[in-house]
């Protein structure tokens, strides 16, 4: 099994900065892709950021130069910068993994707790 922490939400003003991170934790082989989704209240789930192993990114278009995924493979950690916010980014947001486990011969998504994301004056 894989868990999944996230931390660093909070409250901030428009125009702020927050910073996200997420460990994933277990009895991990291999990760893929690990992303970033959000969910607004009575909105569906939506991708706002995705890395590879490799490093290779993607965004949602609404946080093209705005927001920042970086990971650090070794501490199976995923990293989201998030600047110059808005009140329409407030939502709760998820990490998300692509994970082989030990024992496994496939790759499951895994997906942590959730951390509040409010921007708001």
């Known amino acids: 099994q894989v868990q999944l922490v996230e931390s660093g939400g909070g409250l901030v003003q428009p125009g702020g900065s927050l910073r996200l991170s997420c460990v994933a934790s277990?009895?991990?082989?291999?990760?893929?892709?690990m992303a970033w989704y959000r969910q607004a209240p009575g909105k569906e789930s939506e991708l706002v950021a995705g890395i590879t192993s490799g490093g290779s990114t993607n965004y949602r278009d609404s946080v093209k130069g705005r927001f920042t995924i970086s990971r650090d493979n070794a501490m199976n950690t995923v990293y989201l910068q998030m600047n110059s916010l808005k009140p329409e980014d407030t939502a709760v947001y998820y990490c998300?993994?692509?994970?082989?486990?030990?024992?496994?011969?496939?790759?499951?998504?895994?997906w942590g707790q959730g951390a509040q994301v409010t921007v708001s004056s």
């Open positions: 998300n993994a692509d994970s082989l486990t030990y024992g496994s011969t496939r790759y499951n998504m895994y």
């Open positions: 277990g009895s991990i082989f291999s990760i893929r892709t």
